[in-house]
């Protein structure tokens, strides 16, 4: 048996939680105080997801802005941050942008469109 | 060929050229930095003595006393912040009175005017936070302060309206001695001239030293750490208040600026580096502990920034002015250290005169003997502040919240001759990051309006010339060459 | 010009407040923004975890302050970008610039102060050392590469785990900079935990507890900073130094309200939250003048500046209808235990119509805590608290039925126990 202790990222309680593995099956969570808390608990130990924000280049702004700020859609796979980013690197977004816009379709392969999180003109 | 080149932009550099640009010929200014007044004149006490200090008989008591006088006329030609608030020096003891009484003795003598001293009861009315246990201080109404940066800028702008040019980044390697001239090798090239004028600060005596046998100088960086206070401690001395030297050493001072602001300093460490404008903790610490003698419940806490400037300290403690006995044409003023600010206008006045004498330099019938200042919004009414933003709405647009500095100042402080051309030149000519925040919600928008104004890219915009960029490149250029998590 | 209230701020305080108080009734409204858009500080925190409170989704700070911007452009409140408020007077007559109107008097009825906070400044710390480029306040540095996508350095050390400065290393790490430490003067972090799990832990930045800086080298540009384990002082202890070669130095030490312009109108400043000192309306002592968000007191999550500023706005709405109320049924609210303050300072309960917030900060990180809020020598609320730490702000419900339970009540008060 294995025991993990986590802060929960959920919200800003930042809940202190234990999962108990065993051969990398969940066997008991303790300390989450809300159903988030538990499920972040689950994902962490077995597939850990962030999302990541960034920004991409963008062209074409009346108000002269040369990035807009963006996100993946959902989170993606832990190990597949820096990836992500890579990614990122060449993506030239075109003015204008509402948010929610797709701006990159299955970012690195994960299945996740990377979307606008800003309104340029 | 030139007939003289000034070596130094700081303020004994602008003085001379300013005083010299009275007169006919063909003159520059050598500056190793981008800008002028980024040396001693940046980073000093603001002070402009009364004259009671410096021994009496020595050059340095006759320029500050000379410099004190020129300087209220000056403020106004030049259009400079200066306050004739006076100052204080305030005897802690009774044992040390006889100090206190000599250095009356000495100002008297050296021609200061209006030197009184008073007693405990009159020093606290004059000054309420003035610690409890001052028993007398020495009363120099003649004492004032001044903004060192406008003044150097000042001189250094009416000396190029009047013809004088400068060359900035350009650092001097030596010197070869023709017949009647001299060449200055530079990292930017050589330069001819008749006579040269040696104000470079703490490297005078290195310059000095390259061109004379007879007699050398050793010039020691004296380095002085201060504490800016937020301007909502403004008013907490209204005078400048020194320690008298006495048995707790030195002593530092607590002064108002023009700007409002309270300045506490400077320590005094000797030190080696003539570049090690570096604070350091014991420093800062010293000058803390120092600060809170000669007054009570100094807000320290409240500071704003600290920083540190190097007195150019000459060995025997005098400015050496004039020209060095073994090479004709080369004139110093090294060793300009306190009250070098006070004394910069007398120096100038002097060395322009000597310059004059020797090589028969002939009036300019029309040189300009006034210049005026950036255009400040906030000493104009209510209508002439609303017709200048109608007529230039960039007037309109603060940049600086703390200090309120607009986009029309910052945009004058880069196109006005010998303009800004850094964060810090654009500091100091508008005070544009001068105020609590230090800069943090104003340098990215003052870095886009010098980009702008420049015709630059902002990569290319530095702190203060040379290798300080403010950024290195933009999002994600690395990416795929180097990968650490 | 005349408006009934005045916002001095269109970030996500000023807008809640402004929401707030139209949807009470109130239909003369200006905002005055310095920025050139509404939403503050929130346009540059382009990472996620803003709204779980308010909207029950993720999202990150431009979609937040784009929500609220909607709400009030839907509104139809008006307001003013680009506007600076260079002074307000006692009798809210404020004075402020623009590039097109130039020099602007309002006269107004009620002000809501929501100015929000500045960074603690490299000055402001003493940290000795030379001055180059490459020290940035986390804040300049998270405006630079969000807004701007410029990137202010490439090897960078961190002082304070400040939320900012844990943020920026995420942010710095993302766009290819290397993040060498983050070192935190005080025994504890001043931000939040989950922000040191997902913006350290998940790079592998060290976070140096008790450690701060002792030295910055370099003369244009930053070439190295020193930083050194500090003793229960907080000074450095000699031998620990620790030397990077980096370019870059960024502060995160702490936030300070902005209250310049309270001060010059003559508002009282707490000298604990250099905020104002309010009562259960969020009002401070110059009866029409109220204070909400950063600008009040420093909070961890914009969701509260929300909640909080929009019940500066009901009560300026509230002040408009009935004018100034007595304050002569004001009681302390005093604490033990921990608080270093609560917000508000004082209650009238004859005053009170809704449901109060009390929010306050401990002075240290303590475990194993009970608070609890009395009214009189009643507990009214007992909370279990494993964790307290200075970084994290609490908060306790005060129901207007509890405070009507006690028609004379004397003494409102919150104890930190050990649970």
């Given at each position: ?121 | ?485 | ?131 180059p480029a490459g020290i940035y306040s986390a804040g300049t540095a998270q405006r630079l590469v969000n807004i701007e996508g410029f990137l202010p350095g490439r090897r960078v050390v961190i002082l304070g785990s400040g939320d900012i400065g844990l943020i920026m290393a995420r942010r710095m790490t993302l766009e290819g ?97 250099n905020g104002p000192v309010v009562d259960e309306s969020l009002q401070t002592n110059i009866p029409g003048v109220f204070a909400a968000g950063n600008v009040l007191h420093v909070h961890d999550l914009v969701d509260f500046v929300s909640e909080e500023a929009a019940a500066a706005g009901r009560a300026a709405a509230r ?101």
């Open positions: 048996m294995e025991k993990r202790e986590l802060t929960c990222i959920g919200c800003p309680l930042g809940c202190a939680i234990t999962v108990t593995l065993d051969g990398g099956e969940v066997k008991d969570i303790v300390g989450f105080t809300c159903k988030r808390g538990k499920e972040y608990a689950r994902k962490e130990v077995t597939n850990p997801t962030r999302i990541v924000t960034s920004t991409v280049r963008l062209v074409g702004s009346k108000t002269g802005a040369c990035v807009v700020s963006c996100k993946t859609a959902q989170d993606i796979p832990k190990g597949k941050i820096f990836a992500v980013t890579a990614a990122l690197k060449d993506v030239i977004a075109a003015a204008p942008v509402n948010i929610g816009d797709v701006l990159l379709k299955d970012v690195a392969g994960t299945g996740v469109d990377i979307v606008a999180t800003k309104a340029v003109r | 060929m030139y007939d003289v080149i000034i070596i130094g932009a700081g303020v004994t550099g602008c003085a001379v050229a300013r005083y010299l640009s009275r007169y006919q010929g063909k003159m520059l200014v050598l500056e190793r930095a981008e800008d002028v007044c980024c040396g001693t004149s940046k980073a000093n006490s603001a002070i402009i003595h009364a004259g009671f200090d410096a021994a009496h008989g020595s050059l340095m008591a006759e320029m500050n006393v000379r410099g004190n006088r020129m300087v209220p006329q000056l403020a106004r030609d030049l259009d400079f912040p200066f306050q004739m608030n006076g100052s204080l020096v305030v005897c802690m003891s009774e044992e040390d009175m006889p100090r206190l009484r000599a250095l009356y003795e000495n100002g008297v003598k050296n021609g200061v005017e209006r030197l009184e001293i008073v007693d405990s009861k009159r020093l606290h009315e004059m000054e309420p936070n003035v610690s409890k246990n001052a028993v007398a201080a020495l009363w120099a109404p003649t004492g004032g302060i001044v903004c060192p940066f406008n003044m150097t800028i000042a001189l250094a702008e009416n000396a190029y309206a009047n013809g004088v040019e400068f060359r900035f980044n350009t650092k001097v390697t030596g010197f070869t001695r023709g017949s009647g001239c001299w060449t200055i090798h530079t990292d930017g090239g050589d330069f001819q001239t008749r006579y040269v004028v040696n104000a470079a600060g703490v490297y005078a005596d290195v310059l000095h030293n390259m061109v004379s046998e007879e007699r050398k100088l050793h010039i020691t960086p004296r380095r002085g750490d201060y504490c800016l206070l937020d301007k909502q401690t403004g008013g907490f001395v209204s005078h400048t208040v020194f320690q008298l030297p006495g048995k707790l050493g030195k002593g530092v001072l607590v002064s108002p600026t023009v700007h409002g602001n309270i300045i506490v300093g400077p320590t005094a460490i000797d030190i080696e580096d003539r570049d090690g404008t570096n604070t350091t903790a014991a420093g800062l610490d010293d000058l803390i502990a120092k600060a809170g003698i000669s007054v009570d419940n100094l807000p320290i806490r409240q500071t704003i920034t600290s920083f540190a400037g190097l007195r150019a300290h000459e060995d025997h403690h005098e400015f050496v002015i004039g020209e060095v006995g073994d090479a004709p044409g080369f004139i110093d003023c090294a060793g300009i250290e306190s009250p070098g600010l006070t004394s910069a206008p007398a120096i100038g006045e002097t060395v322009a005169e000597l310059l004059r004498e020797k090589m028969g330099l002939a009036e300019k019938e029309n040189f300009i003997a006034t210049r005026k200042g950036l255009l400040d919004p906030k000493t104009l009414s209510r209508e002439e502040y609303q017709a200048l933003i109608r007529e230039n709405p960039a007037y309109g647009q603060i940049i600086c919240r703390c200090e309120q500095v607009t986009e029309g100042e910052i945009i004058d402080a880069i196109r006005r001759p010998l303009g800004a051309r850094s964060l810090d030149g654009v500091k100091r000519r508008t005070r544009a990051g001068m105020g609590r925040c230090q800069a943090g919600f104003c340098s990215p928008r003052v870095m886009e309006i010098l980009a702008r104004e420049l015709g630059v890219s902002q990569a290319e915009i530095t702190k203060c010339g040379g290798a300080s960029r403010l950024i290195v490149g933009v999002n994600k250029d690395s990416i795929g060459e180097v990968r650490e998590g | 010009m005349k408006y009934e209230i005045a916002i001095i701020g269109g970030g996500p305080a000023g807008l809640a407040a402004a929401i707030a108080a139209y949807d009470a009734g109130c239909r003369s409204i200006l905002i005055l923004e310095r920025d050139n858009q509404l939403g503050g500080i929130l346009n540059q925190c382009i990472h996620n975890g803003f709204g779980l409170h308010t909207f029950g989704e993720e999202l990150t700070g431009p979609e937040y302050a784009a929500r609220f911007a909607k709400q009030v452009l839907d509104r139809g409140i008006e307001y003013k970008l680009n506007t600076m408020v260079l002074s307000i007077s006692e009798d809210k007559k404020i004075t402020a610039v623009n590039r097109t109107d130039g020099l602007i008097e309002i006269e107004a009825t009620a002000v809501i102060l929501a100015m929000g906070c500045r960074e603690r400044s490299r000055g402001a710390l003493n940290i000795p050392g030379f001055r900079a290397k993040v060498l430490v983050v070192a935190e003067l005080m025994p504890y972090s001043g931000g939040l935990k989950r922000n040191i799990v997902q913006c350290l832990n998940d790079f592998d930045i060290p976070l140096k507890l008790s450690h701060t800086v002792v030295d910055i080298q370099g003369r244009e540009r930053v070439t190295g900073v020193t930083i050194a384990e500090v003793g229960p002082d907080r000074k450095p202890i000699p031998g620990t130094e620790i030397h990077y070669d980096c370019d870059t130095l960024l502060l995160s030490c702490g936030l300070l309200p902005e209250n310049e312009l309270s001060r010059g109108m003559g508002v009282t400043i707490s000298p604990v939250t002040y408009l209808e009935q004018g100034a109320q007595s304050g002569a049924g004001e009681i302390n609210v005093t604490f033990e235990g921990g608080p270093r303050y609560t917000v508000p300072a004082s209650i009238d309960p004859k005053r009170v119509s809704d449901d109060l917030v009390i929010r306050f900060r401990v002075g240290g990180v303590m475990k194993n805590r009970r608070v609890r809020l009395y009214l009189d020598d009643e507990v009214v609320v007992s909370r279990k608290r494993p964790v307290m730490a200075p970084g994290e702000m609490e908060e306790l419900k005060l129901t207007k039925e509890a405070l009507a339970a006690h028609p004379d009540l004397k003494r409102i008060h919150i104890a930190v126990e050990e649970a």
